[in-house]
Each structure stands twice: as structure tokens, then as C-alpha cells.
């Protein structure tokens, strides 16, 4: 019988790879770091140990070939998880991921599947700079054939990752590793996250606010500063980018007539951009103040701790963004 118990997103991981595992032995892991817990946090704790090295793949560093190699598995049978520990570097295996596996299904009229999921983890931080701190979410949720998720909570990142191994085709994985402390109440149970449906987290009337993974957690702290305030915030957090939950949204946004959309990427191009274009396409005749996006600007992540600070964004500014769109 299962029990609910708090458990941190990195162990949830953990625990959805390991269940997954063991139901279905066609389910495998590869990539870099596995056998180092500082590369992969304690996503892949015991999973070694427990399966094998036939099943648990320590890789040399040669993205586009692990990348590769997942892929050809997959059209074979097999259901291979990719992880990347800095997503920076899997632009190296951007050919084996847009070129072959998002179009695979297609262009073999929907009699094969390509069942492999791309695990992407951003670094931010820590004086990292501009080639270890990205995001690239906004990027492969342009390419049709990816499904893009990015879970802010333990719960939805066992859910999400159980759902993603059990996809018949491409899914983007995708975590902060700023996520990996915070806890949760997680069924022990299998269960799934339904991709492409996302959650409203708070209940309001005044503005909608729409953030995912980091940013939501963020935006969580910033919507009870604002209560206090006496500004009543709707927050939604999508959970998958693509698809995503364009009719929660969009009633969302019907009922408060204001939206503020919270993005850890880059503006131009955005996640942030497509839900402004939506709703603007959509539902403008209802908004009572222009759309607000709150995301990183359109420059590198500095190398500084001080100029980190102002890069990144946090509650406060959150806080701050509401306020604006709210005296409009």
C-alpha cells in the first residue's frame, strides 16, 4: 500500500527512474556523471548498483554520440533516458534530436516511434558563466515533434519523468538543479503527470501570473508577499511548455483582465513571448493593462556573484512586476 511522504525533486527523480526500471527492463539510462553524485545530484542514486552497467551506461564525454546511440535505440525497441548534466552541452547532439528524432514518426507516416527522453539539467550560478548557465527550453519547444516539460515541484517531477519514459515519442526533460533541495509530498506509488496540462497553484481575481519550474517556486513566494499586500494573484504553473495548456490559461487571463508572465530564459523568442502572443491572439478584447514579461535579458550570464544578483530574477522582483501591471 502506498504512503505519501515529503521527499526532495532530486530523490523524486531518483525514485521515477528506478520504478520505471524496474516495470519495464527495456527502460535504460545513459550519459555522463552517472557514477559521480556531484554530476547528477542524487538523481541517480543506487541505480548502478542496482541494474547493472548494462542498464545504468557511464559514458565518455561525446554528447552527440551518446545522443545518437539513445536515439538508434529507441526506433529498435528500446526506451533509453539521455541525461545531460549541463544542458549547455547538449547543443553538441542538437543533429541526433531535431534531424532524427522528432521527425521520425512523421516522416515514417506514424508506423514508428522514437520513445527516448532527452534529460536536460540547467546550472545557474555560482560564478558559472555564460556557457554553463542556459536554458534552452524556448528553442526545443520550437521544433515540431518535441514535447518540452519543465516540472518545479517533487511531485510533478516523478509524475512528468514517469510519463515522459512511457511517451511513445520524444520528450524534452528538462530540471534546474536550483530545484533539487526543495520537498514535496510524493505518492510512493507509479504515477503519472499528464503532459500538457498545467495547475493553477493559487486562486485569485486581481492579475494572472504564469511561470515554470524555477520561476513558479519563485513565484509562489512572491504571490504571498502580495497577499499581505492586498493583491490577489491567480498563479498558473504550465508544467509543459509544449504542448501547452493554452485553455487554463487563457480563462485564467479572462477573469483577472492582467497578466505577468515569469520566464528563466532569454525575452526574444521566448516562452514568455508565445504566451503573451497567445493571449493577445486570443483573449486581448479582456485585458484590462498590457501583458508583462519578467525574464533574463537578452545577454550572457555574468561570471560575477554581484552581477548574478542583478541577472537572475527572484520574488522581490516578481513582487515588484505584479505591482506595475496591477497600477496600470
Known sequence: MSTDRKLQYSLAINEALRQMMDIDPSVFLIGQGLKSPWYVGNTAQGLLERFGSQRVVDTPVSENAITGAAVGAAIIGMKPIVVHP????????????????????????????????????????????AQHSQSFHAMFAHIPGLKVVMPSTPYDAKGLMIKAVRDPNPVIFIDDRWLYGCEDIVPEEVYEVEIGKGVVRREGKDITVVA?????NESMKAVW????????????????????????????????????????????????????????????????????????PDCPAPA?????????????????????????
Request: contains cysteine; proline residues 3%; hydrophobic residues 45%.
Open 86 to 129: 549541463r544542458m549547455d552541452f547538449l547543443l553538441y547532439a542538437i543533429d541526433p534530436i531535431i534531424n532524427e528524432a522528432a521527425n521520425w514518426h512523421y516522416m515514417n507516416g506514424g508506423k514508428t516511434s522514437v520513445p527516448v527522453v532527452i534529460w536536460g539539467i540547467i546550472n545557474r550560478g555560482g560564478e558559472q558563466a
Open 212 to 216: 515554470v519550474s524555477f520561476m513558479a
Open 225 to 296: 508577499k502580495l497577499e499581505k499586500e492586498g493583491i490577489d494573484v491567480e498563479f498558473i504553473d504550465p508544467r509543459t511548455v509544449k504542448p501547452i495548456d493554452q485553455e487554463l490559461i487563457v480563462r485564467s487571463v479572462m477573469k483577472t483582465g492582467r497578466l505577468l508572465v515569469v520566464d528563466g530564459g532569454w525575452k526574444t523568442c521566448g516562452f514568455a513571448a508565445e504566451v503573451s502572443a497567445m493571449i493577445s491572439e486570443s483573449v486581448f478584447e479582456y485585458l484590462k493593462a498590457p501583458i508583462k514579461r519578467l525574464t533574463l
Open 304 to 328: 560575477s556573484a554581484e552581477l548574478e544578483r542583478v541577472f537572475y530574477k527572484y520574488s522581490g522582483d516578481i513582487v515588484e512586476a505584479v505591482k506595475q501591471v496591477c497600477k496600470k
